[in-house]
């Protein structure tokens, strides 16, 4: 797991040009290669929200597929994406370094809503939860 603390960007960048800053820091840290898809992935995933291929394919406009899954391997390889196993659904891909939290999959429609975890400090768990999302109720 990498330890983002070690990273530095200057402080008198922008707020844009900081976050990319860090995606680059954060991937030569690991030694992979910059590549403008995997860049934007990082990004896309960086957002609060879980993403399906789909999704990612929709929201990266020109990448296909191959190299999305591509990418999305790599990246969970090295502890910098979450894939989110769902019965029945397909998986859901998000930034591995948000706060520790739970998931809720809707039984209609596949959505994943995050969840607050309530025990403070706590080393491992997982939970999935299986209800349905408010849009369904």
């Given at each position: 797991?990498?330890?983002?603390?070690?990273?530095?960007?200057?402080?008198?960048?922008?707020?844009?040009?900081?976050?990319?800053?860090?995606?680059?820091?954060?991937?030569?840290?690991?030694?992979?290669?910059?590549?403008?898809?995997?860049?934007?992935?990082?990004?896309?995933?960086?957002?609060?929200?879980?993403?399906?291929?789909?999704?990612?394919?929709?929201?990266?406009?020109?990448?296909d597929r191959s190299t999305v899954y591509r990418n999305l391997?790599?990246?969970?390889?090295?502890?910098?994406?979450?894939?989110?196993?769902?019965?029945?659904?397909?998986?859901?891909?998000?930034?591995?370094?948000?706060?520790?939290?739970?998931?809720?999959?809707?039984?209609?429609?596949?959505?994943?809503?995050?969840?607050?975890?309530?025990?403070?400090?706590?080393?491992?768990?997982?939970?999935?939860?299986?209800?349905?999302?408010?849009?369904?109720?």
């Amino acid at each position: 797991m990498i330890d983002k603390t070690n990273l530095y960007c200057p402080k008198n960048e922008d707020a844009h040009n900081k976050h990319e800053c860090e995606i680059e820091l954060l991937l030569s840290s690991l030694g992979l290669k910059r590549s403008k898809d995997r860049h934007s992935l990082v990004s896309f995933l960086h957002e609060d929200r879980t993403w399906s291929i789909p999704e990612l394919l929709t929201a990266s406009h020109h990448t296909d597929r191959s190299t999305v899954y591509r990418n999305l391997q790599i990246l969970e390889k090295n502890g910098l994406a979450t894939k989110i196993q769902t019965n029945g659904f397909e998986a859901r891909y998000e930034w591995a370094f948000k706060k520790h939290h739970d998931h809720n999959t809707c039984s209609k429609c596949g959505a994943v809503e995050c969840i607050s975890c309530p025990i403070p400090k706590i080393k491992n768990h997982s939970l999935q939860l299986v209800n349905l999302c408010v849009a369904c109720k």
